[in-house]
């Protein structure tokens, strides 16, 4: 019997793919890569560019709301950050907007899978963000949620900072979303799903 998996993506301008001229982002890429023989799957792109995780804590529920059915597997993706940075929130309210996010989301039903925040070129934003990626995977391990470190493993990687610097220093292009893409796909995303990626 085919599974029937809904999936809903709220985050901010990583999660729209914003600056890839192919307009896949690493959603699309990933998605592209989910194997489907078995599941009918129905993906949504809730992102909103400058989205911190108080804009996705305040909007989420209504948003999603719309899209997930009763009878399927309803899932949710979380991928924010980077605006925290931007806008100035505490880390202590960071944490507790991805905890009341993640919290809310397995008292509704739903199985929540994070994707944290890729690296800037900019020092100083990187500096800042560094304790959000620790915070956000501190409250994921704490609660067994799926995290995907975006930020480690591409602070020194340069094919990233090359990608960065052709744009706008803070989204990457094809190759960077590319990048994206194979840190979700390989950080839990098949089994999360219970298909299996190549």
Do not use: I
Not at 51 to 76: P, Y
Not at 126 to 151: G, I, K, M, T, W
């Amino acid at each position: 019997m085919t599974r029937e998996l809904r999936l809903c993506v709220v985050g901010d301008s990583f999660a729209t793919g914003y600056g890839d001229p192919k307009a896949l982002g690493w959603v699309g890429r990933v998605v592209a890569r989910t194997p489907v023989d078995e599941v009918d799957l129905t993906v949504y792109n809730l992102g909103v560019r400058g989205d911190s995780s108080a804009d996705v804590l305040t909007r989420w529920r209504d948003e999603t709301g719309r899209r997930f059915v009763a009878g399927a597997e309803n899932r949710l993706v979380v991928a924010v950050g980077r605006n925290d940075v931007h806008q100035g929130l505490s880390l202590a309210r960071t944490r507790l907007n991805l905890a009341n996010v993640v919290d809310d989301a397995v008292t509704g039903g739903l199985q929540p899978f994070v994707v944290g925040p890729p690296p800037s070129l900019d020092t100083a934003v990187n500096e800042r963000l560094q304790p959000v990626v620790a915070a956000q995977q501190d409250v994921c391990a704490r609660r067994s949620v799926p995290y995907v470190d975006c930020f480690t493993p591409l602070t020194t990687h340069e094919q990233w900072h090359a990608d960065l610097a052709a744009g706008d220093g803070d989204h990457p292009g094809q190759a960077g979303y590319g990048l994206l893409a194979w840190l979700v796909l390989h950080g839990g995303w098949g089994a999360w799903l219970g298909v299996g990626t190549d």
